[in-house]
């Protein structure tokens, strides 16, 4: 799961990056730590599809971002296997920043 919310992360860092008008070529790296228990939910009503809460928080370093710490929530559907993001929420904050 580590590599989902990073990917959540980047796409977030993207987002900021082209409302504040800045290039997007700058990379960061995120190191991330899910919390709770982050396990599939049956649906039953078929065989393999379920849903997961997810949370986490992640450590920006590098891009538009860098110095960040982010929490975020994000709902995932599974589907035989395949996960789909149903709904995703983040924070990212430093000293004098707040991104959302």
């Known amino acids: 799961m580590k590599t989902n919310i990073a990917m959540i992360n980047g796409l977030a860092a993207i987002a900021l990056a082209l409302s504040?008008?800045?290039?997007?070529?700058?990379?960061?790296?995120?190191?991330?730590?899910?919390?709770?228990?982050?396990?599939?939910e049956?649906?039953?009503?078929?065989?393999a599809h379920a849903i997961q809460v997810s949370a986490?928080?992640?450590?920006?370093?590098?891009?538009?971002?860098?110095?960040?710490?982010?929490?975020?929530?994000?709902?995932?559907?599974?589907?035989?296997?395949?996960?789909?993001i149903l709904s995703a929420d983040g924070v990212s904050r430093k000293p004098g920043t707040v991104a959302a």
């Open 20 to 40: 504040a008008g800045l290039a997007v070529a700058q990379t960061a790296k995120s190191t991330c730590m899910n919390f709770g228990p982050n396990v599939p």
């Open 42 to 47: 049956p649906i039953g009503d078929r065989e």
């Open 56 to 84: 986490g928080t992640c450590t920006t370093e590098g891009g538009p971002l860098d110095g960040t710490v982010m929490t975020q929530n994000t709902i995932w559907e599974i589907d035989k296997g395949t996960m789909n």
